[in-house]
């Protein structure tokens, strides 16, 4: 069987139990070899103001991946200068996995803008696009992706958007309890938690 593997990009600011959750039902779902987590050094379209050091994240997310021997995580977006674009990572992991099926696993949020992605139809090429719910999020006929794709491409990403749990966590609140001096137990794991603590993340 041809190997599978998945990225699964953001800023990982901090990762948290939901980014967990979806990338094991991903990996279950789909049967994939593997689920490699990518945090961003400098997404183009989001502020860094309030992001954690890159070494940091990195380190969050290996202990988050700890748990699953499934879940993987890569510093490659990390050493690269800033700005990071997913087309540019794409060829890199093919590059490494030249015999593997490479999937693209993003929020149902990113979808509607996938459009607006630097050479997103090269993206569209190389990646099979795995798309997870989000809770309020609606995904729509994907109008610019069907005039840029087609119709076959556009219904084939449709298809795979994903039955996967609907987690309602969200980083900006877990950095504004810190700030607060709030426990965020419930929402990172244990490992994480204690990083962010030892390293006085998000205060």
Known sequence: MRERVA?????????????????????????LSRLV???????????????????????????????DSHLAVSDLELRRPPPSY???????????HPAAELLLVIGADMLRDFHLWRRFDEIARRARLITLPRPGVTIGPLAELRRALGDAAAEQILRD???????????????????AGRPVDDLVS??????????????
Request: proline letters at 6%; charged letters at 25%.
């Open 190 to 203: 244990e490992a994480v938690a204690r990083y962010i603590v030892e390293h006085g993340l998000y205060r």
């Open 7 to 31: 990225m699964f990009g953001g800023t990982f600011n901090p990762i948290h139990r939901g980014h967990v959750t979806v990338a094991r039902a991903v990996v279950e779902r789909l049967d």
């Open 37 to 67: 987590l990518m945090p961003s050094a400098g997404p183009p379209h989001k502020s860094s103001e309030e992001l954690a050091p890159a070494e940091d994240r990195l380190a969050m997310c290996r202990l988050a991946a700890a748990e």
């Open 161 to 179: 958007v994903q039955d996967t749990p609907l987690v309602d966590i969200s980083s900006t609140e877990i950095r504004r309890r810190l700030a």
């Open 86 to 96: 997913t087309v540019d990572t794409l060829a890199e992991l093919h590059r490494e």
